[in-house]
Structures are given as structure tokens and as C-alpha cells.
């Protein structure tokens, strides 16, 4: 299961209207990085027919079944630091994150 | 702990390798920087949520550098130090400054560009541009968590070589990675996606805060050229303010006020104009230094009527640019409305009239050309998104050519040639023996010299002595992406080469431009005769001297009779050359070349026997 915060899905789906097309938004991970794995977050245009599927706050979330195995129970939440501001994710998998946390090991 | 962005599908930057690009609009009333988020261009506010940053800077005594609101909030206090407008002085000398007398600077001339001395010291319009491009590019480093790899900045399509050398110089300075500079028409339809639409015309009217700017665009292929631009440096948005701070006076019964009290009215007046485009009246309530009150309301219909004629103002522009471009308006396919000006209904319906057709309002006309600016610094930083693999390409904006003798300018690259373009032309001496030449790189449509503009010189020596026209000189233009100019010139049997950058020394106005145009259609068939004079006459001394040439070497070849014919010829075709009719010179050189057909003759034989003499006919 993988979840958004509200104010997350608020942003994905806002984007989704001004991007003019895609069905949702695919998360996954791979193999790079300092830390092993890296986040993948893309807008999706279609579902894969081995692709797992979430709806949350009216955002169909699409993982593929590998990096779901890292991403389990991961909360996407959408954040602000001064006049930055972008998706952050909440993943109870990680055991240790690099600095950056753009890269991550279970 | 990195704040994440949505990639294009595939398009996941590797961690750590984001490539951050930017595009920045540097205007002159406001300047704004915006940047592709989550696949969507955005413009990147300050601190306090606001887009645009008023493009003033003010220079203390201490050193500090005060831009934007902090420095416009000192614009009626010290007025001397707290520059407005800079943009108008890129690229400039002094003599091309207009109304220096009411400027408050304290301006010196300096080689190049001038300069204002400041409380912190001599400053170049390309240092104050810097310290607004500086302020932008911490806004964008902060708001993007990195870096910036890269950025694109604007100019106004009529910029020339110096002032868009003046704006890669700024940014530069700024400690910007300039990619490219983009044409402000052009990043205005970009932001519409125009590039993707289908080819045609298209008009962007850009009525900024002290500007207005019309240009014509032809899109095809992906590539805009420019085919007219045309305007008014010297109205804009803040004209409508002052007419309803006018108006409000005379309403009022106000005595001419302080300066304070006109830049709190201006302010009210500023608000005002911009209620009044959702609403049909606007209250303006002020209380003055000296104790009165304003309290007025005017209506939208009134503000209408009052600023009828500054609309219509932007109307004869735009008329010349169809002209200019060759059209009529049934060929524009549509009208991108840019700056903030072009909110109010009253703007709006006058181009809609004037062009037949709606125009295309639906983004924000402060930001559609730094968005433009964003979508195409995103595509050149390598952030291409999947079938989006087009290269927009700009074109230069007047002719570039090279002087040849009799002062006729001879174009290397066309006027919109799309860059960047190379090209290559050769040239030959004029005379027995020459060893060095003079390449005058000029920039313009006319075909005499002196109607051009001259952008630089430079001497090709070391030329071997040759016979005329033996050697040949091979010059070559290059024009990079900004549409900076470098040339070259290279002796082909030797490889001597010399070279330039040109680097203008200062600019034309854009009036400048838009005339040298409209010159070039005016005078075309004064220019062809010109040129075609020039030619006759060139080619008639060139006859003389080579004639006279081989009299002396070779006089013994002629009859006395002969000779004096010849001879009475050729001071017949010297005497046409002051003449203004080509035809004449062209009837004089024929008949020199009549009268010496035969001595040529002679004269071949007799170099033929030499050159064969003591020579056998098997060693040939």
C-alpha cells in the first residue's frame, strides 16, 4: 500500500491538469546512487499490466512490482523549505540515507 | 533532505545530477526568473510570494547594492544613485542616450558603453544588469536546492550586437552559465507551445511597463524568424498611470505636489488602473503630506476614454510592422498578448480589432516570457522530454556583409539566416603586387557602405605579390547562437590568416533599426543604381590602369595611329567616370575594350613566344 498526504495528491493532481494528459503518477526505485537505490517519481502515462495500482485523494498511484518490495507502506507527502519546495518520501523501508536523501538502502 | 520533482515519464535524473536550468526575463521595469517543476514551467517568487522584481538598483556609500523593491522605495530620495531602466543603456554610447538632460545620472562617456558614477563608485549598465541577474539567480539556486547549470535570457527581438553582447556580459558576471540569449517574441510563443503548432504568422504585441514592442514571427519548421518587429521605446503601462495621476489632479484641484506625494499618487493611480481591468470603477483615497485629502473615484469608461489615444498610440506601430513584414492581417494566424499593460479590456479589444482576432490571453502576460525563456533553457540544459527533440533556432536580425571596392557592401549572411551560421565567401586583390587587405565588416541592408552600419575592420597582411585578382581571400562570417559575430579572413596558397571578434563598440537605438529597414524598401531602386554606378566606375579605373599598364611595358606593339586611338579612348572613358549614369562608364569601358582588342591580341602572342622561347616542344 502506498499512500499520498492530501496535500500531496492536491499537487500531483493540479500538475496533472497542467501537464494536459497522463493517468496518474509512478513511483519506483533503482539501482543508483551513493546510497544503492534511488527514487523514481514520473508522471504516468499508462499502467503496465504487472504494475500494482493505488488510489489515494484521487490519485492513482502506479508502482511496478519490484520496487514496490522498497517502497511498502511509503507516505508521499509534498514539502516546503524556504522557497524550495517538492516531494518528499516517508518510506519505513530505509534503513540508512545518504545526506541528500535522494538515495537510499534497505 | 532533497524535495523531489515529477520527471517526464523515463526522464528520472540520476541522483545528484540534476540539471538545473533557468530562464530569466530581464526587462526594464521588472525582471522575473522561471524554471521547469515538474514538467511544468513556473515563475520563481521571492520570500514574499512576489514574481516580479522591479529592475532598479540603488548603489550606497558603504558598497551595499540595494535591487528591487528595497531600491525603488529609495527612487525619490536618491534619485542619483538608484538606477532605473539600465536596459536602455546596454550596449550604448552616450550620444545614443536619449534625453540625457533629464536624467538624473551622473553620466561619463567611456569607450563601448556609458557609464554612471554612483555613490559606490563608476558603474557599467552591464554591472547593474549583473546585480539584477545576481539577485535572480539566488532566488533560483534557493527555490531549486541546487546549483544552476545553466540559463537563458531574453532581449528584445531588435537587440543588436552590443547590447546582446552588453546582456551575455551581465550574465556572465552575474556567474550565470548563459546557454543562449532567446528573443523575447519568441519566448513568448514558446510559452504558448506555438513551436508545436502549425506553421504560419504569428504577432506578439508587448506593451511592457516603459515599452511597447510589436513583432511578427514566422514559424517554420520549428524555426521563428523575425520578419518585422516595430514600437515605441517611450510608452508603456507607466504612461497610463501618469495620465490617471494627471486626471485625478485635475479632479482633485491639486497644485503640483512634492515629489513624495506624486509617488504615493502614482502608486494609488498604479492600483487603480489595475482594479479597473475586473471592475467597473476604482475609489483612489490619499491623505498628502501637507494635510489634504484626495478621495475620487473614476470609472472604467472614463479611464478608457482617457487613455484612448496611448492605446491607439500601439496601433501605428503595428500597421508598420505588417507593412514592413509584407502582409495583411488576414495572413496572422495569432496574436500573443505579453506584458502586464495588455490586461486592460480596452488594449485588448483594439488588437482584437485591429488584427481581426481574439488574442491568445490565457497565461499570465508579466511571466509568458520568462516561462518561454524556462521551457527552452530546460530543452538546451539536456532535460529534453521524449518526442520533444526540436531545436529552436533564432535568425539574425539585419544583413552582415563585408566592404568592397568602390564602397559597396557585399552580404555574406543574409538578413534572417537562421543561426548559428557559417559562411564563406572569396575575395581577390584589386591590384598588381597587393600584400595586405582591409576586410570593414558591416551590418545592414543597403548596398553602398555608407549606408550601413560599420562593425568592425580589421588587415589581412602578408599577402604574396600577385597579379589583380590572382590571389584568392577567403572570408569567412561566423555567428554563433546569441548572434555574436567572429570573422575571419584566410590567404589560400599561403594560409596567412587573420581574424576578429566583433565586439561592436556601441549600438543602434531599435528607431535606428526599424529606419535602417524601412530605408532599405525606401531607397531599393536608388541603392540598385548606386550599386551599379559603383560597379561601372570600380571596373572603369580598373580598366584604365591595367591598360595604361601595358602601354608602357608594351607601347612598342602599336602604330603611332593605333596608339593615339587607344590612347584618345581611354581619356574619354576617364572622363565618364564622374559621370552619374552607369551606362555611360559601361558604353566608355566597351569602346577601350574595342579599340584594344588587337593590342591584347599582340600582346598574348608576344608572351606566349617568351614563355616558350628556348624551349622545346617535347619539354611542354
Known sequence: MITLTERAANHVSDFLVKRG?????????????????????????????????????????????????????????????????????????????????????? | MALLQISEPGQSPEPHRHRLAVGIDLGTTNSLVAAVRNGIAVVLNDHEGRALLPSIVRYLGDGRVAVGVEAEAALARDPRNTVVSVKRFMGRGLKDVTHVENSPYDFLDSPGMVRIRTAAGVKSPVEVSADILKVLRARAEESLGGELTGAIITVPAYF??????????????????????????????????????????????????????????????????????????????????????????????????????????????????????????????????????????????????????????????????????????????????????TRMPHAQQAVAELFGQSPLNNLDPDKVVA??????????????????????LDVIPLSLGVETMGGLAERVIPRNSTIPAARAQEFTTYKDGQTAMSIHVVQGERELVSDCRSLARFELRGIPPMVAGAARIRVTFQVDADGLLSVSARESSTGVEAAIAVKPSYGLSDEQITQMLRDSFDHAKDDVHARALREQRVEGERMLEATEAALREDADLLTAEESSALRSELEALRKTLSCTDHRTIKSGIERVNRASEAFAGRRMDRSIKRALAGRKVESL
Request: charged share 25%.
Open chain 1, 21 to 106: 494528459k497522463g493517468v496518474g503518477l509512478r513511483l519506483g526505485v533503482r539501482t543508483s546512487g551513493c546510497s544503492g537505490l534511488a527514487y523514481r517519481i514520473e508522471y504516468a502515462d499508462a499502467v503496465n499490466p504487472d504494475d500494482r495500482t493505488f488510489e489515494s485523494h484521487g490519485v492513482k498511484v502506479v508502482v511496478d512490482p519490484k520496487s514496490l518490495q522498497f517502497l511498502e507502506g511509503t507516505e508521499l507527502d509534498f514539502t516546503r523549505e524556504g522557497l524550495n519546495e517538492g516531494f518528499k518520501f516517508n518510506n519505513p523501508n530505509v534503513k540508512d540515507e545518504c545526506g541528500c536523501g535522494e538515495s537510499f538502502n534497505v
Open chain 2, 160 to 341: 543588436d550586437d552590443a547590447q546582446r553582447q552588453a546582456t551575455k556580459d551581465a550574465g556572465k558576471l552575474a556567474g550565470l552559465n548563459v546557454l543562449r540569449l532567446l528573443n523575447e517574441p519568441t519566448a513568448a510563443a514558446i510559452a504558448y507551445g506555438l513551436e508545436n503548432a502549425a506553421e504560419g504568422i504569428y504577432a506578439v504585441y508587448d506593451l511592457g511597463g516603459g515599452t511597447f514592442d510589436i513583432s511578427i514571427l514566422k514559424l517554420s519548421k520549428g524555426v521563428f524568424e523575425v520578419m518585422a518587429t516595430n514600437g515605441d521605446a517611450a510608452l508603456g503601462g507607466d504612461d497610463f498611470d501618469q495620465r490617471l495621476f494627471c486626471w485625478i489632479l485635475e479632479r482633485a484641484k491639486l497644485a503640483p505636489l512634492s515629489a513624495e506625494d506624486t509617488r504615493v499618487l502614482l502608486t494609488k493611480a498604479r492600483a487603480a488602473k489595475e482594479l479597473l481591468t475586473a471592475h467597473s470603477e476604482a475609489r483612489i483615497s490619499a491623505r498628502l503630506a501637507g494635510g489634504e485629502t484626495v478621495d475620487v473615484t473614476v470609472t472604467q469608461k472614463e479611464f478608457q476614454e482617457m487613455t484612448r489615444p496611448l492605446v491607439a498610440k500601439t496601433l501605428a506601430p503595428c500597421r508598420r510592422a505588417l507593412r514592413d513584414a509584407g502582409l495583411d492581417r488576414s495572413k496572422v494566424k495569432g496574436v500573443v498578448m505579453v506584458g502586464g499593460a
Open chain 2, 371 to 392: 516561462l518561454g525563456a524556462a521551457i527552452q533553457a530546460n530543452v538546451l540544459a539536456g532535460n529534453r522530454a521524449s518526442g520533444d527533440d526540436w531545436l529552436l
